[in-house]
């Protein structure tokens, strides 16, 4: 079974840096989806960045771009140009392509924006 | 895109009591449904998940049952709550493995 590790329990940056959160994966699938979601204070699940990983080319999404390294197993977040309103907890999660398996989360990674 | 509403968001019930949270999702058809339960400080534990009407695989053993009685309904519930079933709760659907899951607001319970 796929597995997901955060290795991070919490992190915190200063407003306007850059901060990056790790995530690695076990895998015996060549093709998969991977994804980050935050959640802040309201609980609710937000994407932040998807990426396939057929795709060579790193995802990005404004602030967010993702270090993809399908041989390690590593799929990072970076936020560069930090915010408060990047405070919450991050997910990183693996889906597999075959048939409706569901996602597979991370523990998360609490990260805090110092002013 | 699709929209997840849910209900209640707040719930406080005794302990024995049961337990109904609804999800009804909007923007497309023949989703796949989930339901995740985040206790306090931890990850998202995969509850239950359907990929049609009728049809639902629970991944944990607990005091916790799920109906999909129509295409975009998705219910949870229990006959007699447990302190522990205490937690947050996420609606979450997609349209298949290549497609992003997404979140609904959750639902908050606590069991006193």
């Not at chain 1, 408060?84 to 990183?92: E, K, Q, S, V, W």
Request: some cysteine; glycine content about 6%; overall charge neutral.
């Amino acid at each position: 079974a796929q597995t997901v590790t955060q290795s991070q329990p919490e992190m915190s940056v200063q407003e306007a840096e850059t901060v990056t959160l790790s995530c690695t994966y076990d895998t015996s699938e060549s093709d998969y989806y991977l994804f980050w979601y935050k959640q802040p204070p309201s609980r609710q699940m937000i994407l932040v960045i998807r990426q396939e990983a057929y795709k060579q080319q790193n995802a990005t999404e404004n602030r967010f771009s993702v270090n993809f390294q399908k041989a390690a197993k590593s799929f990072s977040l970076k936020i560069s140009d930090s915010q408060l309103g990047d405070a919450a907890m991050y997910f990183c999660a693996y889906r597999s392509p075959r048939g409706n398996t569901p996602l597979v989360f991370g523990k998360g990674t609490r990260l805090s924006v110092i002013a | 895109s699709q929209t997840i509403h849910q209900w209640p968001a707040t719930l406080v019930q005794p302990v024995g009591s049961p337990l109904s949270l609804e999800c009804t999702v909007e923007g497309t058809s023949n989703p796949n449904l989930y339901w995740y339960r985040q206790a306090a400080g931890r990850g998202l534990q995969l509850l239950f998940y359907s990929v049609g009407i009728g049809q639902i695989s629970s991944e944990v053993p607990q005091n916790l049952s799920a109906s999909r009685p129509q295409d975009r309904q998705f219910i949870l519930s229990s006959k007699k709550l447990l302190l522990s079933d205490s937690g947050f709760y996420l609606c979450a659907c997609d349209r298949g493995p290549g497609n992003t899951i997404y979140f609904g607001e959750g639902s908050w319970l606590t069991v006193v």
